[in-house]
């Protein structure tokens, strides 16, 4: 996973827990969880808005 070991993965969580505490843990899961939300939605909705229909033939001004 990425290149990272077991103890490398343990060390990152216990230094995530003594930055945030184990009481904040769950507010910053919710918080990344709605953040990745938002973001797939926001792409999803600008891919639609670029997936508007494009004639081949160039408009002509009158």
Do not use: C
């Not at 103890?7 to 904040?24: D, K, M, N, Y």
């Not at 939605?41 to 670029?50: N, P, Q, T, V």
């Amino acid at each position: 996973m990425f290149g990272l070991g077991f103890w490398e993965l343990i060390i990152i969580v216990f230094v995530i827990l003594l930055v945030f505490g184990a009481g904040r843990l769950p507010e910053l899961g919710t918080a990344l969880g709605e953040g990745i939300k938002n973001f797939r939605k926001g792409y999803r909705d600008s891919k639609a808005l670029d997936a508007s229909p494009a004639s081949d033939e160039p408009e002509q001004k009158s």
